[in-house]
């Protein structure tokens, strides 16, 4: 039973494993708030809207609207920014997190909701988030 499990353990334990998860969670939401801001700033309309052109929605149309933006992905944000943390927290797990958030960024490019670029960015957008986070707000290592 995972509560047995949790009752026995040393506080130092505990708090590193709420720590871990904390940092997992707050990584991917963080990634996609940031990316739903860059939505509204960039304006770039999602790929499918205009044959083969970027196209971008006026200040006027929907101003804090994201329907139908689509630099930087949200899927893709999201994915990168939980996905690079958990390759900080477990690197020997790092090369299946980073197929997985891959993966994601070339199904929706091949499913055509996106556009290479949209995807790059928001890789970029989530590892950064996941790096700063990281960076701030990890323990360091005790063996």
């Not at 130092?12 to 969670?25: H, K, M, S, W, Y």
């Not at 199904?107 to 986070?133: N, Q």
Request: net charge positive.
């Amino acid at each position: 039973n995972i509560l047995t499990g949790l009752r026995s353990a040393p506080p130092d334990v505990i708090e590193a494993a709420f720590r871990r998860g904390a940092l997992g969670v707050g990584s991917a939401a963080l990634s996609g708030a940031l990316g739903e801001v860059l939505k509204i700033v960039i304006r770039r309309q999602r790929r499918g809207q205009s044959p083969g052109e970027y196209m971008f929605r006026e200040w006027a149309d929907r101003p804090l609207s994201t329907g139908g933006l689509g630099l930087p992905s949200s899927h893709v944000v999201v994915a990168f920014g939980a996905l690079a943390m958990l390759a900080l927290l477990f690197p020997r797990a790092r090369p299946v997190c980073y197929l997985l958030a891959a993966g994601c960024a070339f199904g929706r490019v091949a499913a055509h909701a996106h556009f290479v670029s949209d995807v790059t960015l928001a890789a970029i957008v989530g590892i950064a988030t996941a790096g700063l986070l990281f960076r701030r707000f990890s323990a360091p290592v005790t063996r």
